[in-house]
C-alpha cells in the first residue's frame, strides 16, 4: 500500500484544510444540544423571550457555519478523491506500459481493465466518503459522549448498550459480507474477460452460429456478478432500518427512565432533550462508522489489487548507457529462450549477425520461434541464455528508449489506432512533415488514402486486412533507423504489390539492415542471408539458391510454394 500513499503527497494541505473545516462542523454540532437546554431549561422556564432570541440567533449562526463548513469539506473532499484517482490512473498506465510480455501474462489485459477503471472508481468514491466521515464521526462521537456524560450520568447505560448491540451488529455483517467483496471483483475480470472475447471474436461467432452458446456463457457471467450483488447488499441494507430500531429504542427509553430523574429532581427537562440530541449523535457517528466499515473491505480489495499493479516488479529493466555508435550491428551469441513456467526451450544456441546493408530473412514451421527472435531484439522478451550485443555491447546495458529508437518494429498483427493517418504515421515519427507521411505512403504503395486527414477508426475497422498491413509499414519506414524488423507483415498482399513495396524497402537498406520473418518464399528469397529454423534451432542458413540445393527443409518449404522451375530464380 505504500505505492498508493506516495500519491497522497501533493494533497497533504487540502487534508488539512478538510481535517480543520472538520473541527469547525463538529464543534458546532455539538454546541447545538446545549442552546436547546438553555432555552427550555432558563429562556422557557424563566419566560425570557429575549433570552431565547439571543440563544436562537446564536443557534443560527452555527447552522450557518456548519452549512458553510459542510460544503467546503465536500468540495475538498471531491477534489482529493477525484485528484487523486486521475494521478492514480496515470501512474498505473504508465507502469502498464513498461511490462513486458512476461508481466502481461501474469496480470491478464482484462483484470488491468478492470483494475484502471472499475478498481481505482472504487478507491476514488470510497476515499471521497472517508475523508467526509472517517475524521468526523469519531470527533463527533467523543465529543457527544462527553457531553452525554456530563449532563445525564444516570442515562449513560443506555448508550453504553446501544452502541454494543450496534458493534455486534456491524462486526457480524462485515464479516458475513467481507469475503464476497475480492470474490466481486474477480466476477468482473471475468466479465470482461468474456465480453472482450466475444466482441473479438463476433465473426467467428456468427460463422459457426454460435450465438446462443456465447449469450448463455456472459449470461451466467452476469448472474453470477448480480447473485453476488444481491447476497452482499442485502445484507448491508439490513443495517439501515435495525439501527433506526434500535436509535428510536435508545430515544423511548431515555424519555422513560429520564421522566422518573426529572420528577426525582435529577435532570432538568432541557437536559433530557440535549441527551437526547447528544445520544441520537453518538448512534449516528457510529451508524457513519459502521458504514465505512462495510465498504471498507471492498476498498481494501480495489486498493491491493491496484497496488499489485504498481508494485509488479519489472523484468525488463533500463540499462544505463544512453548511446550508440552509428552503423550498428546486432550479433545474436548463443542466444536461447524459455517462456516462464514453461520446460521446453523455445530458442536454442542462436547465432547470426545483422549488419549494416544487408537484408537477412528468418524462415521456417509453425512455432519454430520466428517471432519470437524479433521480440527479443526490441526487449519486449529477454532472452534466458547467451546475449544479443550491439557493437558488442549486450542491450541488456542500454537504455531502453536508446534502444528502440534504432528499432523499427512492424509486429505480425497490423495496429492501428483510432485518429487520422496523419497521427498514426506520427506514430512511427512524431514530427513528421506532410511531405514525409505521403511519401512513406507510397513507398508502402498506401494508394486507398486520398488525404493524409483521413479517419482511422479503432484498430483501423474501416480498412482492410491488406491495407491495415500496408499503412503498419508506411508507420515503420518513415523514420530513420538502423534496423528495421518486419514480422510476416506481408502476408495479405498480393504478389505484384508485395515486389514494389520490397522493392522500395531497398532504398532504406543502403545505411540499415532489414530482418524480414515470414513464411512465403517470395517475401525473402532475394535476401543477403536466409536463416532456416525448425525446432527453436538454425538449422541452415545462406542464400535462396544454396538453401533450395542442401537444406531439405527450406526446399520443401519453397516447393509446396513455388513451381519448380521458379525455384531457381
Not at 473545516?21 to 422557557?44: E, H, K, M, R, W
Not at 486521475?86 to 498505473?92: A, E, F, N, P, S
Not at 513486458?100 to 472508481?121: A, M, P, V, Y
Not at 514525409?436 to 482511422?456: K, T
Request: net charge negative; hydrophobic share 45%.
Amino acid at each position: 500500500m505504500k505505492s498508493l500513499l506516495k500519491i497522497f503527497k501533493s494533497k497533504i494541505p487540502q487534508l488539512i484544510i478538510i481535517f480543520l473545516l472538520l473541527i469547525v462542523q463538529a464543534y458546532c454540532d455539538l454546541a447545538l444540544p446545549s442552546y436547546t437546554a438553555n432555552i427550555v431549561d432558563i429562556g422557557i422556564q424563566n419566560a425570557d423571550i429575549n433570552y431565547i432570541m439571543d440563544m436562537g440567533f446564536l443557534m443560527i449562526i452555527m447552522v450557518s457555519v456548519s452549512v458553510f463548513a459542510t460544503i467546503g469539506i465536500s468540495y475538498f473532499s471531491s477534489r482529493v478523491s477525484s485528484g487523486y484517482a486521475k494521478d492514480l490512473r496515470k501512474v498505473v498506465y504508465t507502469k502498464v506500459l513498461r511490462f513486458s510480455n512476461h508481466e502481461l501474462n501474469q496480470i491478464s489485459r482484462s483484470s488491468l481493465i478492470t483494475r484502471s477503471t472499475n478498481d481505482i472508481n472504487q478507491v476514488q468514491n470510497v476515499l471521497g466518503l472517508m475523508l467526509m466521515v472517517l475524521f468526523f464521526a469519531p470527533i463527533l462521537g467523543i465529543g457527544s459522549i462527553i457531553k452525554a456524560f456530563e449532563i445525564g450520568g444516570n442515562l449513560s447505560w443506555i448508550i453504553l448498550v446501544t452502541f454494543l448491540v450496534v458493534l455486534i451488529l456491524l462486526l457480524i455483517i462485515t464479516i458475513d459480507v467481507l469475503p464476497y467483496f475480492k470474490l466481486t471483483q474477480e466476477i468482473i475480470d471475468k466479465m470482461n474477460k468474456t465480453a472482450r472475447e466475444i466482441l473479438i471474436g463476433i465473426p467467428v461467432i456468427k460463422a459457426f452460429v454460435r450465438q446462443d452458446y456465447e449469450q448463455k456463457k456472459f449470461g451466467k457471467v452476469n448472474k453470477d456478478f448480480l447473485d453476488i450483488n444481491l447476497y452482499v447488499f442485502s445484507r448491508i441494507f439490513i443495517m439501515i432500518p435495525t439501527m433506526t430500531l434500535f436509535l428510536n429504542l435508545m430515544i423511548v427509553m431515555i424519555l422513560y427512565f429520564g421522566a422518573y430523574d426529572a420528577i426525582a429532581g435529577n435532570i432538568l427537562t432541557g437536559d433530557i432533550i440535549a441527551f437526547i440530541q447528544y445520544s441520537t449523535q453518538i448512534v449516528f457517528s457510529f451508524i457513519l462508522l459502521g458504514g465505512i466499515m462495510i465498504i471498507l473491505p471492498r476498498f481494501l480489495v480495489s486498493a491491493r489489487r491496484v497496488a499489485e499493479v504498481l508494485n509488479m516488479e519489472l523484468s525488463i529493466t533500463d540499462g544505463e548507457i544512453t548511446s550508440v555508435d552509428n552503423n550498428p550491428t546486432i550479433e545474436f551469441k548463443n542466444v536461447g529462450y524459455s517462456y516462464p513456467g514453461s520446460e521446453k526451450e523455445t530458442l536454442k544456441d542462436i547465432n547470426f549477425k545483422l549488419m549494416p546493408g544487408k537484408t537477412t530473412a528468418i524462415i521456417g514451421g509453425t512455432g519454430s520461434g520466428k517471432s519470437t527472435i524479433l521480440n527479443l531484439i526490441p526487449r519486449l522478451q529477454d532472452v534466458t541464455e547467451g546475449e544479443i550485443l550491439i557493437n558488442d555491447v549486450n542491450i541488456k546495458n542500454l537504455n531502453l528508449k536508446t534502444l528502440r529508437d534504432r528499432i523499427s518494429f512492424t509486429p505480425q498483427k497490423a495496429i492501428l489506432f483510432q485518429g487520422t493517418v496523419k497521427s498514426n504515421m506520427q506514430t512511427g515519427k512524431s514530427d513528421a512533415t506532410d511531405e514525409e507521411i505521403r511519401n512513406a505512403l507510397n513507398m508502402a504503395q498506401v494508394d486507398f488514402v486520398d488525404d493524409i486527414e483521413e479517419e482511422v477508426s479503432q484498430g483501423g475497422s474501416n480498412f482492410s486486412g491488406g491495407q491495415k498491413q500496408r499503412l503498419s509499414i508506411a508507420r515503420a519506414i518513415i523514420g530513420r533507423h538502423d534496423f528495421y524488423l518486419f514480422d510476416d507483415c506481408f502476408s495479405a498482399l498480393d504478389m505484384n504489390t508485395e515486389a514494389i513495396v520490397k522493392n522500395n524497402l531497398d532504398k532504406i537498406a543502403k545505411d540499415s539492415s532489414i530482418l524480414f520473418v515470414s513464411q512465403r518464399i517470395s517475401t525473402i528469397k532475394d535476401a543477403d542471408e536466409i536463416i532456416v529454423l525448425d525446432n527453436g534451432r538454425i538449422i541452415d542458413k545462406g542464400t535462396h539458391d544454396d538453401l533450395i540445393d542442401r537444406c531439405d527443409v527450406y526446399s520443401e518449404i519453397a516447393l509446396s510454394q513455388m513451381e519448380g522451375s521458379l525455384c531457381h530464380q
